[in-house]
């Protein structure tokens, strides 16, 4: 697989995780991830995404987390992998520089953005 299509692959997996996601910006609420469906940053109209336990520290954060990752981000870092997987399929860099981890510049962001792919995808950076 060349390095544009893993990072359209990846782009067409977190798509398909962003349609099946619950909607919106996702806020920890309390004890619970909600998504602000309406924008209106009411609890009552939120719908729950993800619950914590009643035990602190690490799961809320964890809980804090997943509210930060919400749709938007995923739809947001899929438009950005897609730009770049149509920017090296018109400029690839020399794809033995490239494997090597020899290169600098854009084709440095570019090995950034193939290493997110890479994770996204369930494949070793």
């Not at 067409?12 to 920890?28: I, M, S, Y």
Request: aromatic share 8%; glycine share 6%; with cysteine.
């Amino acid at each position: 697989m060349t390095p544009a299509e893993e990072l359209t692959a990846a782009a067409d997996r977190l798509n398909e995780l962003v349609a099946k996601a619950t909607p919106g910006r996702w806020k920890l609420w309390g004890m619970e991830v909600l998504a602000d469906i309406d924008g209106t940053s009411n609890v009552d109209t939120a719908l729950p995404v993800a619950r914590t336990s009643h035990e602190a520290g690490l799961r809320t954060f964890n809980a804090t987390y997943i509210a930060a990752m919400n749709p938007l981000v995923g739809k947001a870092l899929a438009e950005w992998l897609r730009v770049e997987a149509r920017r090296y399929a018109k400029h690839p860099p020399n794809v033995q520089d490239f494997f090597a981890g020899d290169i600098e510049g854009e084709e440095r962001e570019l090995d950034y953005c193939v290493r997110i792919a890479r994770l996204i995808n369930g494949s070793r950076s």
